[in-house]
């Protein structure tokens, strides 16, 4: 079966730590994304990447950072600089070819920081 | 860039009876607007998407209408089982540029 995976599903590190959160697709998407969902809040956009070697800033891109050095995987780093990192955080992917494919989720991670 | 408003940010019905949750978009030129839903402890899933060319779509219980004059499109659940409850986000794009999502409905169908 093709999607995407995220790992850990539970995530728990002290203030201060950088913390890796794992996202992994084989659907031979294109663009994969990074959101963050906190209670009323919507999911926002973190970062994305529409190709290999190349992403942007989402609207909330500070404290966060991402690679996207294969096209199978976009991991995302939640930097100490990240000033309130508890949310769960949800990885996407998309073709990208012709008309627009829908949008793929993740099962997410959430990660606390105390 | 794009905003999203999603209104009712909760709703409850009884089993049986319909839903209508409604969101309206700023950016004209959005031409794609996808409805998730999302259940507790998972990623949302796709439950319907329409295009701008067209004004309605159907799927067994669920339909999306879409406003474009009005910048607004609204998801209609019929016949409302317990399954039904969940969260649900409406969102738009335009071409390929990311999807902007409302904040999510959360529907408890009572049974």
């Known amino acids: 079966d093709g999607g995407i995976t995220q790992s850990p599903k539970y995530l728990f590190r002290k203030e201060g730590q950088n913390v890796t959160l794992s996202c992994e697709q084989n659907l031979n998407h294109d663009a994969m994304y990074w959101y963050r969902q906190d209670p009323g809040q919507g999911l926002r956009l973190i970062y994305y990447?529409?190709?290999?070697?190349?992403?942007q800033k989402g609207d909330i891109a500070e404290g966060y950072s991402v690679s996207r050095e294969k096209k199978e995987s976009f991991p995302l780093t939640v930097t100490s600089a990240q000033k309130n990192p508890t949310a769960f955080y949800l990885c996407?992917?998309?073709?990208?070819?012709?008309?627009?494919?829908?949008?793929?989720f993740g099962n997410g991670t959430r990660l606390t920081v105390t | 860039g794009e905003n999203v408003e999603q209104h009712p940010s909760t709703l409850s019905v009884q089993e049986g009876d319909s839903a209508v949750i409604k969101c309206t978009y700023s950016d004209s030129a959005s031409n794609y607007f996808p409805w998730y839903k999302q259940e507790l402890g998972k990623g949302p899933q796709l439950i319907i998407d329409?295009?701008?060319?067209?004004g309605e779509k159907k799927d067994q219980r669920i339909a999306v209408t879409l406003n474009k004059t009005a910048k607004h499109f609204s998801l209609h659940i019929t016949e409302t089982q317990p399954e039904d409850s969940a969260v649900y986000f409406c969102?738009?794009?335009?071409?390929?540029?990311?999807?902007?999502f409302g904040k999510g409905t959360r529907l408890s169908v009572i049974a």
């Open positions: 969102a738009a794009s335009y071409r390929n540029t990311p999807l902007v």
């Open positions: 996407a992917s998309t073709g990208q070819r012709g008309e627009r494919s829908p949008l793929h």
């Open positions: 329409i295009r701008s060319n067209v």
């Open positions: 990447s529409q190709i290999v070697n190349d992403f």
